[in-house]
């Protein structure tokens, strides 16, 4: 066998006569892991797609081993070996594990299912990547991060040659990617190729053999990762315009604004205790905590989501009960959640009837929704937002994650909030979208409104918040000013309690 299981040559696809992958090259060697990154719209998930049968290529040849493949769908894929695991989640909750693993590929005894031997497969390969989970236990008692290891396992009941990992990690705790990695570890080891996409730089850096830096459909560069850093990375992303994402601007400001929201003794399901604070006008203000801190439970508080069990909430020196999500829209609190595709966006939709959902009230007139009124709305958003779209009628689920995430954010910010609540913003997103909702977001306090922003990056909160909130087992302990954020490893040790 050669040095490549896998070989991408001119590889090109369009849409819409817009050009996504112009003459891109790509080798996957064998037993290797080789990263995939590139910002948005730079065409890495258009090239997997073509691998996985997904798109069919206008140009170009791929062989697998060797041997010249035309997938014209995912099971031409599949028969030749290569797997996916997608960053949505593909297995059933309703059914059991070892039905999710086998589903489409079922065992047999004649006309009737074999259900004792796919048990014990079921068993066998739980127990090749140390993963404890009954075969018998149906997928919706797990947790995410167990159903996305399932995944892998699904992916491999049958033997694969090349497994394509997108954002594997999107959803695993600190101790999943771990055990994550021991499976890359193991798979590399029995001979199995992994291509993987992540936007987390140190993990590719920590994961990858080789990485290739895609931009605007073109391949820019392939390289050993050992030869790379984080910032030779990104520059090759992004160029020039990289250089100034993550830096902390400085905003004029009043000298002493006014209060936009006031919080005190904040009691939410015991999750929250007892919290105070305060946000300014044209603030942006930070949580940062470990999961389970409370982080998230403030600003479904403040939208309604959770009961207040104790405590009092003035917009702009107002009492401002919020008993709903309808107080708090009527308040002028908006939220962008954390999961922006279970809560944030209707997938089957498009991206101009995601826009209408917030703006209801806004686009209808006496009887009828005000179309001309909608269209007009969503494009100019999807122009001052940059949002990456063959046009407003495209499915929301045809976007990037990155693009996904600025129409949630513009279908808010359509609404004129004066108090935006952020919960992750930047997650599962590449480095460019990642600047630009930073911009965003500076704009928007800019113009005198006010922002909370959740995330466990604790460089995006330094590059954006005028001040961060550290919550401790529900507490909040510290309030950081600009003078306290000296570097990540003062934030790290003050969350950690």
Request: with cysteine.
């Amino acid at each position: 066998m050669g040095e490549y299981v896998l070989q991408m040559r001119n590889i090109v696809k369009s849409f819409y006569g817009n050009t996504v992958l112009n003459n891109v090259d790509f080798d996957l060697k064998r037993g290797h892991v080789h990263a995939i990154v590139g910002g948005n719209g730079a065409g890495k998930s258009t090239l997997m797609k073509i691998l996985t049968g997904v798109y069919t290529k206008d140009s170009g040849e791929i062989t697998i081993d060797g041997i010249r493949c035309d997938f014209s769908n995912y099971n031409d894929a599949n028969a030749a070996g290569v797997r996916m695991i997608f960053q949505e989640l593909s297995v059933v909750p309703t059914l059991t594990v070892t039905e999710n693993i086998f589903l489409n590929h079922e065992y047999k005894k004649g006309m009737f299912l074999d259900d004792k031997k796919m048990k014990e497969e079921a068993e066998a390969l739980l127990r090749r990547f140390d993963l404890e989970v009954p075969v018998d236990e149906k997928i919706c008692n797990l947790s995410v991060g167990l159903c996305q290891l399932i995944e892998i396992v699904k992916a491999l009941s049958r033997q694969a040659k090349v497994l394509v990992m997108d954002e594997p990690t999107a959803s695993l705790t600190a101790n999943e990617v771990t055990r994550l990695f021991d499976i890359v570890h193991n798979l590399k080891a029995s001979g199995v190729s992994i291509v993987y996409i992540s936007h987390r730089m140190n993990e590719i850096l920590s994961i990858a053999d080789e990485i290739t830096v895609l931009r605007d459909g073109s391949h820019i560069i392939t390289e050993d990762a050992k030869n790379l850093t984080i910032n030779g990375i990104i520059n090759y992303m992004l160029g020039e315009s990289a250089r100034h994402s993550f830096e902390y601007h400085e905003r004029p400001r009043r000298e002493n604004p006014p209060v936009m929201l006031e919080v005190e003794n904040l009691c939410v399901d015991n999750l929250v205790k007892d919290v105070s604070f305060s946000v300014n006008e044209g603030e942006i203000t930070g949580i940062a905590g470990l999961m389970g801190s409370g982080r998230t439970e403030i600003l479904e508080a403040l939208f309604g989501i959770r009961k207040i069990q104790k405590g009092s909430v003035k917009i702009q020196g107002r009492p401002t009960p919020i008993k709903n999500t309808r107080d708090a829209i009527n308040a002028g609190i908006a939220l962008v959640p954390e999961d922006r595709r279970r809560e944030g966006l209707v997938l089957l939709h498009t991206v101009k009837i995601n826009m209408l959902i917030a703006l209801f009230r806004r686009v209808t007139g006496k009887v009828l929704i005000d179309d001309a009124k909608i269209k007009n709305l969503t494009r100019i958003s999807v122009e001052e937002l940059n949002i990456k779209t063959h046009g407003i009628d495209s499915l929301i689920n045809s976007l990037s994650g990155g693009n996904q995430q600025k129409v949630v954010i513009a279908k808010w910010l359509k609404n004129d909030p004066k108090l935006l609540l952020l919960d992750e913003p930047t997650a599962g997103i590449d480095i460019g979208a990642k600047g630009e909702i930073i911009k965003i977001i500076e704009d928007y306090a800019q113009k005198g409104n006010s922002v909370i922003v959740v995330s466990s990056e604790i460089p995006e909160l330094m590059a954006m918040c005028d001040k961060i909130i550290v919550m401790v087992d529900g507490r909040l302990t510290r309030v950081l000013t600009r003078n306290d954020m000296l570097s990540e490893e003062v934030i790290q040790h003050a969350i950690q309690g």
